[in-house]
Every structure is written in C-alpha cells, then in structure tokens.
C-alpha cells in the first residue's frame, strides 16, 4: 500500500504539524518515502486539531511517528518580540499548536492507549537535553519526559527510522539505535555525564557546562528527577546513504498550502555544515561535517527533474545550508574547527564541476543557486565566484554578513574581517551585468551595544541592499543562546552584554528600518539604549 492521508491498517502513521509535500525538502515527505521503499506502508495526519483527525486512519501495526516539521513550533508562532504571528496579517504564518510535539502526543496518549511513539525532527532534535527556553523563559527539561514518547530521533532520521521500523516489526527492543534519544532508570556504563537537569535549571554556570559538553558524536547521559536521558552517538551518513535518499522516486507533488512553492525544483548537493555559527544549531542537528552526494547522483536527479510534467527548464536551487561547501568533504573525523584547518579543500573545485555538468543538462535552461554563499569561503576560488556570478543567479547574490562589529562577530564565531574583499571581487567580476549583494543582517545578538549598533546602522545604510535583518531570537541548544540565558560567553566565561529588554529591541528594529528605509537620509550617529 502506497503512502497515504486516507485508508487504514498502516504499518506506520505519521502525524505532522506541516503538511506533507511528496518532496525530499519535506521532512514527513523524507520519512514516508523511506519507509515505503523498505515496504512498510505509511499513512499520514496532518495538522491534526480535533480527536477524529487523530483517529481518522486508525491505529498503526508499529508505531506513531510524531514530528513539528522543519521548524520549531514556538519559533514558528510567535515573533523575536514574542508576538503571535496570527495576529500578524502579513505574516506568511503556517498554522500550527504551540509546543505541537508536546500537544500530538498527549492526545494519542489518550486516544491509543500502549501505542508506541516515535518524536523527530527539528523540535524534537534540538529540544532533547535540558534546554532555555525563550518563550517561557526559563530552562526546561528534555522534550522526550514531557511528551511521554518512546524514543526520540535527533538529526536526519532516515537510518534511525528505518532501525526502529525494521525492529519493531521484529518485536525487538529500541534500545541503542545510534541517533536516538531514550529515557532509562540506570546509567549505562561509557554514557558521558551532562550536568542534571535540576543542576543546569538554577546553576548558570552548570547550564555553560552542560553546552561545551553538546555532541553529536558521543553517548551522552542526563539526570533529571532520577531518571536518565540517554542519547546515543550519531550513525555515519555516507555520499551512498544520500544518493540513495535522494533518489527515492519523489512525485514533488506539493500541498495547496505548501511552504515549498519556490523550491519544488531544488536540488540538494550536500548536509551538514562548518561553519559553526554560534547563533545556529545546524551542526548539532545536522552536523558539523559535509556529507556530499555524488556528481552523478545529484545528475541523475536533475535528469528525472526535466521529465517532471510541471517543470519549466529551471532548476530552483542547487545547494545545502551553504552553498557553496559541497565537496569539501574531509574523511578525517576529528573535533578542529574545519575553517581554520589547512586540511580542508577550499578549491570549490568539485563544486564548479558540478555546476558546469548541471547547466548542460538536456531541458535544463538554468541552474539557479539560491542557498546561503559563505563568502569568506568562496573568496578562496574566484573561478567559483566568476561562475556563479555568469550562470546560476539573476540579479543578486545572497550572503550574510550579519554584523560589522568585530567583537559581536567573534561571539557569532564568524570572521567579517574579509567581507570588504569579496564585496570587491564580486563588484568587479560583475561589472556591467547589473547584479549586486544583497544582505543579511542579525539585531540583538548577545554582545550587542549602543557602540556595535550604531556602527551596524551607518554600515547599513552606507552599504543598502538589505535583504533581511532578523531580531536575534534565541533558540534551543545554540551556543549564543546559552549566552542570552547566562550572561556569559561560556568559552571563556566572561560577560557578555545582553540586551532583554522589549522596547529596546523594538526601538533597535525601528532605527534599522529608518537606516535602511530611507536610504541617503544620514541616521543619527549613535543610539541611546535605555
Ligand atoms: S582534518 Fe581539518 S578539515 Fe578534516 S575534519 Fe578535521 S578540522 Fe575538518
């Protein structure tokens, strides 16, 4: 039985806080597809509201799978200033409960008694140790004890559903599946101890700890109420493991209401991400090595794209969380910051090939690249800047510089020394073809002060463009915002500035729309944070 929303009798039944798109980019639509091609049938809930949706294709066989989405459902609801994003008529807002993982599983607690639930993706992966919560400011316990589900899956998780699938049916036990997350009464031995949940919720200085301890690559334990959170080390993804996912016959069907409208013709290249930002929880998520797919793979896939009865000869993006780290791919595992090691093959030359390759597809008309470019990176080949700029965007490139202030950048852990560099470059290399920059700027971020704001307002308005300013909203287990909840850059335990305060952020956010806003107006000199 194919993969459904109607019927009953599934093996496996999902229940998303998204609708589902039959497409690689849709995390229920990922997990379905897998599923299926192991010859287990899924049947799907999505946005359940009332007890008859839950119930609507009965009970599964195995298991429930339970999932808010690619996106946290606390961020998707409310604003940086905490506003309801309903209450925001131009908000392009995607419906969902607050804390929907919590919500899906209380209500098929209750409607199906002794069923087994699996929880997974983003909400579920980055919630999974004691963690600050923004919303409800204060520190709150691993998301698995509060939805009372049988085991979590963190990261992609693809290998570990197919695990959990395979042994349930088998009526074996879930325990150690490498990249999952269960609750046990004893401490295995080799788990290594974070501090308890009860120790981290009052101690700032324990809750600092427990983030330098954050791996993905470790058997992890933590206390709370005398019970242990257990996560197991992450299993290795490998160029084949992606091949093959991408390769699952995906219809790219999309929902009427789908969040992926722009991006049904996207192509991924690669996963995780070294980078390192503070502010981003990609690496504990997704991690932070690049597993890279194959040339052909990713050929392979655009081929049966330009067979796609709604494909126009346009391939949306051809990307990963970065543009432009496909291929840089190091087989060493250790634990060294990758952008500060001579190791790594900055020569973007796998990349050009596969963008070369790409273009030439029969059906294809263009290539279009629009992930995130890393532009210190890219600086390292300006062969890959000059192809990029001549063949795969239209108008505007996209970085994210986010700050000019270099203490604020080194809290973001991101280097901005050589942005002026690849302004240059890119100025010159598209000279005459009428394309620029355009910007990401991130307001707020812990280190944040009258003296970087001011100086990220004139910087703002001198370069214009701005694509986007986020507020900095802090969100679970990232590195900046243990320090928004601590005070202190746990690095090095030194204080930091934090700015808390509504109407502050609220008069930052005003001062960078007149800046940008109104360009050639000069914007006052320097702002006074009350
Ligand atoms: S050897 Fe260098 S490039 Fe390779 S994983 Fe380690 S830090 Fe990264």
Same mark, same amino acid.
């Given at each position: 039985?194919?993969?459904?929303?109607?019927?009953?009798?599934? &093996?496996?039944?999902?229940?998303?806080?998204?609708?589902?798109?039959?497409?690689?980019?849709?995390?229920?639509?990922?997990?379905?597809?897998?599923?299926?091609?192991?010859?287990?049938?899924?049947?799907?809930?999505?946005?359940?509201?009332?007890?008859?949706?839950?119930?609507?294709?009965?009970?599964?066989? !195995?298991?429930?799978?339970?999932?808010?989405?690619? @996106?946290?459902?606390?961020?998707?609801?409310?604003?940086?200033?905490?506003?309801?994003?309903?209450?925001?008529?131009?908000?392009?807002?995607?419906?969902?409960?607050?804390?929907?993982?919590?919500?899906?599983?209380?209500?098929?607690?209750?409607?199906?008694? /002794?069923?087994?639930?699996?929880?997974?993706? @983003?909400?579920?992966?980055?919630?999974?140790?004691?963690?600050?919560?923004?919303?409800?400011?204060?520190?709150?316990?691993?998301?698995?004890?509060?939805?009372?589900?049988?085991?979590?899956?963190? =990261?992609?998780?693809?290998?570990?559903? @197919?695990?959990?699938?395979?042994?349930?049916?088998?009526?074996?036990?879930?325990?150690?599946?490498?990249?999952?997350?269960?609750?046990?009464?004893?401490?295995?031995?080799?788990?290594?101890?974070?501090?308890?949940?009860?120790?981290?919720?009052?101690?700032?200085?324990?809750?600092?700890?427990?983030?330098?301890?954050?791996?993905?690559?470790? &058997? @992890?334990?933590?206390?709370?109420?005398?019970?242990?959170?257990?996560?197991?080390?992450?299993?290795?993804?490998?160029?084949?493991?992606?091949?093959?996912? %991408?390769?699952?016959?995906?219809?790219?069907?999309?929902?009427?209401?789908?969040?992926?409208?722009?991006?049904?013709?996207?192509?991924?290249?690669?996963? =995780?991400?070294?980078?390192?930002?503070?502010?981003?929880?990609?690496?504990?998520?997704?991690?932070?090595?690049?597993?890279?797919?194959?040339?052909?793979?990713?050929?392979?896939?655009?081929?049966?794209?330009?067979?796609?009865?709604?494909?126009?000869?346009?391939?949306? &993006?051809?990307? /990963?969380?970065?543009?432009?780290? %496909?291929?840089?791919?190091?087989?060493?595992?250790?634990?060294?910051?990758?952008?500060?090691?001579?190791?790594?093959?900055?020569?973007?030359?796998?990349?050009?090939?596969?963008?070369?390759?790409?273009?030439?597809?029969?059906?294809?008309?263009?290539?279009?690249?629009?992930?995130?470019?890393?532009?210190? !990176?890219? !600086?390292?080949?300006?062969?890959?800047?000059?192809?990029?700029?001549?063949?795969?965007?239209?108008?505007?490139?996209?970085?994210?510089?986010?700050?000019?202030?270099?203490?604020?950048?080194?809290?973001?852990?991101?280097?901005?020394?050589?942005?002026?560099?690849?302004?240059?470059?890119?100025?010159?290399?598209?000279?005459?073809?009428?394309?620029? !920059?355009?910007? %990401?700027?991130?307001?707020?971020?812990?280190?944040?002060?009258?003296?970087?704001?001011?100086?990220?307002?004139?910087?703002?308005?001198?370069?214009?463009?701005?694509?986007?300013?986020?507020?900095?909203?802090?969100?679970?287990?990232?590195?900046?915002?243990?320090? %928004?909840?601590?005070?202190?850059?746990?690095?090095?335990?030194?204080?930091?500035?934090?700015?808390?305060?509504?109407?502050?952020?609220?008069?930052?956010?005003?001062?960078?729309?007149?800046?940008?806003?109104?360009?050639?107006?000069?914007?006052?000199?320097?702002?006074?944070?009350?």
């Amino acid at each position: 039985m194919p993969i459904s929303r109607a019927g009953s009798d599934f &093996d496996i039944i999902l229940v998303s806080a998204e609708f589902w798109d039959d497409h690689p980019l849709s995390p229920v639509g990922m997990i379905a597809r897998v599923l299926d091609a192991k010859g287990f049938s899924v049947g799907i809930i999505e946005k359940p509201v009332e007890d008859e949706d839950f119930t609507r294709v009965g009970a599964p066989r !195995l298991f429930f799978g339970v999932t808010s989405g690619s @996106i946290d459902s606390m961020l998707n609801n409310y604003t940086p200033l905490k506003r309801p994003r309903s209450q925001d008529a131009h908000a392009d807002w995607n419906p969902m409960p607050d804390r929907a993982l919590i919500v899906y599983c209380n209500a098929l607690r209750r409607l199906f008694k /002794g069923c087994k639930i699996v929880i997974g993706g @983003i909400e579920a992966s980055l919630r999974r140790f004691a963690h600050y919560d923004y919303w409800d400011n204060a520190v709150r316990r691993s998301v698995l004890f509060d939805t009372r589900a049988d085991i979590l899956v963190y =990261g992609n998780g693809e290998k570990q559903v @197919i695990e959990i699938a395979e042994r349930a049916r088998g009526g074996k036990s879930l325990d150690c599946i490498q990249g999952t997350c269960v609750i046990s009464d004893e401490l295995p031995a080799g788990f290594e101890s974070l501090p308890p949940f009860e120790a981290v919720k009052k101690d700032k200085a324990r809750f600092c700890e427990m983030q330098l301890a954050f791996s993905n690559s470790k &058997d @992890i334990a933590q206390e709370s109420n005398g019970r242990y959170l257990l996560q197991h080390a992450y299993p290795e993804y490998t160029t084949a493991d992606l091949d093959w996912l %991408y390769s699952l016959p995906f219809s790219r069907r999309l929902h009427p209401e789908s969040q992926l409208g722009m991006a049904q013709f996207s192509v991924v290249t690669h996963r =995780g991400c070294i980078g390192e930002c503070s502010f981003c929880s990609l690496a504990l998520h997704q991690g932070s090595r690049i597993i890279s797919r194959s040339e052909d793979g990713i050929i392979h896939e655009i081929e049966r794209l330009t067979k796609h009865p709604q494909f126009k000869g346009y391939i949306d &993006d051809l990307g /990963g969380p970065s543009a432009n780290m %496909y291929g840089m791919d190091c087989g060493e595992r250790c634990a060294n910051p990758c952008l500060e090691c001579g190791k790594l093959d900055r020569s973007h030359s796998r990349l050009i090939a596969l963008m070369r390759r790409a273009r030439t597809v029969k059906g294809v008309k263009k290539v279009f690249v629009r992930s995130g470019v890393r532009y210190d !990176l890219a !600086l390292e080949s300006k062969d890959y800047i000059e192809e990029l700029s001549r063949f795969h965007i239209s108008g505007c490139l996209k970085v994210a510089p986010e700050h000019f202030s270099a203490k604020v950048l080194g809290l973001m852990n991101k280097d901005g020394r050589r942005f002026g560099e690849f302004v240059q470059v890119f100025g010159k290399l598209n000279e005459g073809m009428g394309q620029s !920059l355009r910007h %990401y700027l991130m307001l707020g971020h812990p280190g944040e002060d009258e003296g970087t704001l001011s100086a990220l307002l004139r910087k703002a308005e001198r370069i214009g463009n701005i694509e986007q300013f986020q507020l900095f909203t802090p969100t679970p287990m990232t590195l900046s915002t243990c320090m %928004y909840w601590t005070g202190v850059d746990p690095r090095t335990m030194r204080k930091v500035n934090i700015i808390y305060d509504y109407k502050t952020k609220k008069m930052m956010k005003a001062a960078l729309m007149r800046a940008v806003g109104k360009r050639g107006r000069t914007s006052p000199d320097s702002i006074t944070l009350k």
